[in-house]
Every structure is written in structure tokens, then in C-alpha cells.
């Protein structure tokens, strides 16, 4: 869906916001280009949504930058015209954790889905954290028992497994041993980002590190190295 694109978008597993995420969101907001962030609380819609705007406002504030809050709760706020304003033109960004199931319910086919990819495709930043990565993805893992669903479709043939350091067992093999052929299953651990550029270059920044499948053999990239393993 987005083979076009030429901005970044990073992948992280989870934990976002937090002290040692700071370096990555200070690079991220760098490379927008710009000085906000607008952030999607959606897939918290159940669980105080005003809780992560309060939070996101007060971590981006240390970094200097202001927070642009979308009230999308629901699957018509996201066609609501009022939230789309000038959504095209936003360079960085933030999909909030939260319930996997309810934000794809909420972004997919939306009109505010497009207005993201449309961005993205200009050079924005698009991050997602632990349901937002598992969701802009295709196929997408499903939290009810591992195997794979549909995803949005933002980043094609890959698979996020998210908090992948605290991931029950039995979850983590179900999703490998169903793995499509098509596709590749990536585990980023929590406060730990999978990031691709505008070259289409993968490389892990964050604190943890991130680990590629192949059957049952693994990999594990730490920060700071390039992920030549994805050519996605």
C-alpha cells in the first residue's frame, strides 16, 4: 500500500514515552522536520485516552515540541471532516498502544487512515507502539492467540510481534509456526524501534533489541545497527 512512500516510520514494541525512548523520539522529531506531534489515543479508547494526551504532551514538551490530541474514540470519528484538517501536511505522527483490535476497527478504510498514508508519502514520520506496530502492518499478529489477521497494510509482508521480551511462550510459537510463507515475523521488545527511512534502510534504535524468525532459528539486532535481513 504505501511502495511509494518516502518518509520514516518506526515500529516500536512497546513502553513508548518513556526515559529511555528519549534519544529515538528526539531523532524522530528531528528528522520531521517540524516541532509537533500529532498523536492518535485511539487504540486507548477503553482505557483513559486523556491519560495519553496529558502524557504524551508532558514527554514532548521536554523535547520541545507541542502535541496535537485527534478525539478519535470510535470508527466515525475517524471520517469526521474537523479531525482531518490539515492532517496531509503533518510531519510527524504518533499511534498510541492500546487494543489492537479496536484501533484497526477505528483506522481501517477511514478517511484518517489515508490522511496518514498521504503524509507519509510526502516525508512524514509515522510511529506506531505495540498495537499501532502490530496493526500498520500486513499480516497482522492477532493478540487473541497469536495466529494472523488482517492488518492496515502501512508496511507490507512484515509482522510485528510486540513486547517481545515479556511475550507468553506458547503466543510467540503460535505465531511462528503460522507465519505466511509471504511474510516475515519480526519481535521488538518494549521501549526498542524498528525504523525504516526514506531509503527503505531498516535499522533498531531504543533500549532493547529487536529479533528476526526464520523458522525457529533467531537473530537479535541490537540498537544502533543497520537490519540487512529486511528488504521489505
Given amino acids: 500500500m504505501a511502495k511509494h512512500a518516502r518518509g520514516t516510520i518506526a515500529l516500536v514494541g512497546g513502553g513508548e514515552w518513556r526515559p529511555s525512548c528519549r534519544d529515538l523520539d528526539a531523532e524522530l522529531l528531528e528528522r520531521s522536520g517540524g516541532k509537533e506531534v500529532v498523536v492518535l489515543p485511539t487504540a486507548a479508547a477503553y482505557e483513559h485516552p486523556d491519560r495519553v494526551v496529558e502524557r504524551a504532551t508532558a514527554y514532548f514538551a521536554d523535547l520541545g515540541a507541542t502535541v496535537r490530541a485527534l478525539p478519535v474514540l470510535r470508527r466515525a470519528d475517524a471520517d469526521d471532516k ?57 499480516p497482522m499478529v ?19 510481534f510486540p513486547y517481545h521480551g515479556t511475550a507468553a511462550d506458547h ?53 544502533g545497527n543497520p537490519v540487512p535481513q529486511l528488504t521489505i
Fill in 82 to 138: 474537523k479531525v482531518l484538517e490539515g492532517i496531509d501536511d503533518a510531519g510527524f505522527v504518533y499511534i498510541a498502544d492500546g487494543s489492537p483490535l479496536h484501533l484497526r476497527s477505528a483506522l481501517k478504510e477511514s478517511k484518517l487512515f489515508e490522511s496518514f498514508l498521504h503524509a507519509y508519502r510526502k516525508g512524514a514520520v509515522v510511529a506506531a507502539s505495540g498495537a499501532g506496530a502490530t496493526v500498520v502492518c500486513d
Fill in 142 to 160: 492477532d493478540p487473541r492467540g497469536g495466529a494472523y489477521t488482517v492488518g492496515l497494510g502501512l508496511v507490507e509482508g512484515l509482522a510485528v
Fill in 171 to 223: 503466543l510467540r510459537e503460535r505465531s511462528i509456526d503460522l507465519l505466511p510463507a509471504t511474510a516475515t515475523l519480526v519481535g521488538i521488545d518494549e521501549e526498542t524501534a524498528l525504523i525504516r527511512d526514506a531509503e527503505s534502510e531498516w535499522r533498531v534504535a531504543g533500549a532493547g533489541v529487536v529479533t528476526l524468525y526464520d523458522g525457529r532459528d533467531t537473530t537479535a539486532v541490537r540498537a
